[in-house]
């Protein structure tokens, strides 16, 4: 599979930072500049540098440019909980724990819907940031029935969403929940934390017609690497 140049350069530009080459506050190119660098358009230099900052390894300043973060997140509420975010997918790499196909009894999660013999696809994933540090634990139960052949892709650059897009599963709504949670002994010790310590839990659900899940994900964000925001408009007076 051809990895999309906006990626290709994003990448390079997530490993100047993990290098250290790019600490902390430092300075990323324009878009004008990534555009001459790279002979792409400046909408692929914006998207390269838009998807840095959803992801919180940059800060977009208008008028003053783009800089490297510091390795707390600044997570926008809205960013993590809307569908092309989910679609896209945010730097780093992930790190497949687990993939197997279980019964739905046995999965690490409950799909809505489906009874307890009923087949399903079961990925764990650890997402690691630029600087190989643990950024999210990463738990999906898929219907296998939509997703029979999800083993045989890389696990590794998977994003579900777009995956069962492309095999033509019709989805008709997508459900989100924000849940806080303590650390379980493993999810603590995948996330270098502590048992016991508050985390944030997205979970999603995509659900196809007349309510039936498809597939259920939660995301476990590690304690102490992301400050979550709201940013709204003023509203007039």
Do not use: C, W
């Not at 990448?11 to 100047?16: D, P």
């Not at 139960?141 to 033509?168: H, K």
């Not at 690497?225 to 003023?234: D, M, Q, S, W, Y």
């Amino acid at each position: 599979m051809t990895v999309p140049l906006y990626v290709q350069i994003r990448r390079e530009i997530e490993a100047r930072i993990r290098a250290g080459d790019l600490p902390p506050g430092a300075r990323l190119p324009t878009e004008k500049d990534l555009s001459a660098q790279h002979g792409v358009s400046r909408a692929t230099a914006q998207r390269v540098l838009n998807d840095l900052a959803e992801a919180g390894l940059a800060i977009r300043r208008r008028r003053h440019g783009t800089f490297v973060a510091d390795v707390t997140r600044q997570i926008n509420l809205l960013n993590f909980v809307t569908p092309a975010t989910a679609a896209k997918g945010v730097p780093g790499r992930h790190e497949v724990i687990s993939a197997r196909i279980v019964r739905a009894a046995d999965a690490v999660l409950t799909l809505p819907g489906a009874s307890a013999d009923t087949a399903v696809v079961e990925l764990i994933r650890r997402k690691l940031d630029v600087r190989e540090e643990p950024q999210t634990l990463e738990r999906h139960v898929v219907l296998f029935a939509a997703a029979p052949d999800l083993l045989d892709e890389n696990l590794e650059e998977l994003v579900t969403l777009p995956y069962l897009q492309r095999r033509g599963v019709a989805l008709d709504t997508i459900r989100l929940y924000l849940d806080p949670v303590a650390l379980g002994e493993t999810e603590a010790a995948l996330l270098n934390s502590r048992i016991g310590t508050p985390a944030l839990m997205r979970r999603r659900e995509l659900l196809a017609g007349e309510g039936k899940a498809v597939e259920v994900v939660t995301t476990l964000v590690r304690p102490g690497t992301a400050e979550f925001f709201l940013e709204l408009p003023v509203p007039a007076g």
